[in-house]
């Protein structure tokens, strides 16, 4: 069972969009998310235009609970071990960490 120490189980459908994502440039990001409930890392958007780099973008913002950014960080170690070939990782607790011109100075 996952805990706040191993983090969350990752879905199979995770790690087979992204492997799509990878392969094929498929899509032009996939927003997964922390299903508390199901105790498991979900799918939860998709977007159909192929891109050519593979961003990896961690949001846990400042405002969280504790316990949730415990979740979440032991949660994405463990998520990212599962996608193999991510380019680029940005980790950002407020929007300005992750806005178009941080993700564009990233990409070159």
């Not at 170690?77 to 990212?80: C, G, P, S």
């Given at each position: 069972m996952a805990n706040a120490a191993s983090g969350m189980a990752v879905h199979d459908e995770c790690k087979l969009k992204f492997?799509?994502?990878k392969a094929k440039r498929t899509y032009r990001?996939?927003?997964y998310k922390i299903e508390?409930?199901?105790k498991q890392v979900i799918v939860e958007k998709l977007e159909g235009v192929p891109?050519?780099?593979i961003f990896f973008i961690a949001w846990s913002?400042?405002?969280s609970r504790v316990r949730?950014?415990?979740i979440y960080a032991s949660s994405k170690?463990?998520?990212?071990r599962e996608l193999d070939g991510i380019q680029v990782e940005l980790q950002a607790t407020d929007?300005?960490?992750m806005g178009l011109d941080v993700i564009k100075s990233r990409a070159s």
């Open positions: 492997l799509e994502l990001f996939i927003v508390e409930k199901q891109k050519s780099r913002p400042d405002t949730n950014k415990m170690d463990r998520f990212k929007p300005t960490e």
